[in-house]
């Protein structure tokens, strides 16, 4: 069985939705740059597959309109969605092909436009229909993630408000620093937009305290204790990310070698502890457990997810979300996953290599996570 190596591995900056400066950029036109930039190099005709995740983008497969756009007629495209983890199951999904030894060379990742997406209707319902993830309850409503995810997951593992905003102060500290340092500038092309070059993340506040954080409202006050606000939530947001997964036998330059993966599903009343058994499930597979990680990503749909997976998987903080997350850098959430991996990819290469884990609950109860390894440069 070859192994599934990336070779490349880009992004484009976070924008913040409705009112950044990929406000006016679709979907298909964030796709249409990141699919031709990450191919450029690479022999057309080794292309086998374009692997786009999206979200509530009416099945028009944005991978295909990228494929062309780019310059590979010649290559089909595949839409995916697992919600929250679909960027991350479209790098899953290339491997896969890969290492059946199917394909030699798959494009995967995410786009997400919340600021262009389409309103979807459905018949004999008023107003914008947005498609549910699973069967709505009271408990655990369909669409209402502060409560499901967010809120859910800080009862059950006992996180008070001041530990969720303090998870989340640092967030935007890191995410700043790294923007400061340079940290994402391999990893992330420009885009033109209608207001001009747009290329550096925005989302992440530099301004944000302690204070500030403490000083928002919760979002639902009617209900007792609530302790979920804008502060420790992630932002709504627009970007593109995306890897080339090569066979190992094609002896191209290897940014980083897929070690495993897994999926996982709990009852929706638990998606935010979903990652706390998706992580030690993939890194079975990969024959590694959590002392063997250099770095963990856990995607900040809510703070109260990394806090919680942290706590129960007993994880070293100083090694998780080392350059910001979902709080702070946003979660653009077709795009997240695919943006999860190229984000460790570059980090782990500027520390000289090692193992890391990205992982990330998902609507409807589930989670996903994905082991991978750099070599030294």
């Known amino acids: 069985m070859p192994e599934a190596v990336i070779v490349a591995a880009l992004r484009t900056p976070i924008g913040t939705a409705f009112k950044g400066s990929l406000r006016d950029t679709t979907a298909h036109e964030l796709a249409d740059r990141i699919v031709s930039v990450t191919a450029e190099g690479f022999d057309p005709g080794l292309v086998d597959d374009v692997v786009l995740a999206e979200s509530h983008y009416g099945g028009g497969v944005v991978a295909r309109h990228a494929a062309v756009t780019a310059g590979l007629p010649q290559v089909p495209g595949l839409a995916l969605n697992r919600h929250c983890a679909a960027g991350l199951a479209a790098v899953q999904t290339a491997a896969a092909t890969v290492r059946a030894g199917m394909d030699r060379l798959v494009l995967a990742g995410g786009v997400n436009s919340a600021s262009t997406a389409p309103k979807l209707s459905f018949r004999g319902v008023e107003g914008p229909w947005v498609p549910p993830s699973h069967p709505d309850r009271t408990d655990a409503p369909n669409i209402d993630m502060s409560i499901t995810v967010g809120w859910n997951t800080a009862v059950r593992a006992g996180i008070s408000r001041d530990e969720m905003d303090a998870w989340a102060l640092r967030s935007h500290r890191n995410a700043v620093r790294a923007l400061d340092e340079g940290r994402f500038e391999q990893e992330t092309v420009p885009v ?144 997240t996953g695919a943006r999860m991996v190229v984000t460790m990819i570059h980090e782990l290469r500027r520390r000289g290599g090692g193992v890391g884990v990205t992982a990330m609950c998902a609507g409807g109860g589930m989670g996903s996570a994905l082991v991978l390894e750099v070599p030294a440069p």
């Open 192 to 335: 033109e937009t209608p207001h001009g070059v747009f290329a550096a993340d925005e989302h992440p506040r530099r301004d944000t305290s302690a204070e500030r954080l403490a000083a928002l409202k919760p979002l639902h006050p009617e209900i007792d204790g609530f302790s979920i606000t804008a502060g420790n939530a992630c932002g709504a947001n627009d970007a593109a990310a995306a890897v080339m997964v090569a066979d190992e036998r094609l002896g191209l330059p290897v940014l980083a070698t897929v070690r495993a993966w897994a999926s996982v599903a709990l009852d929706p009343a638990e998606t935010g502890l979903t990652p706390v058994q998706a992580i030690p499930k993939a890194l079975r597979r990969a024959g590694l457990g959590v002392s063997d990680v250099d770095l963990f990503e856990i995607n900040e749909a809510f703070a109260s997810v990394p806090v919680a997976a942290v706590r129960h998987l007993d994880l070293d903080p100083d090694i998780v979300n080392v350059n910001g997350s979902g709080c702070s850098l946003g979660h653009p959430v077709a795009a």
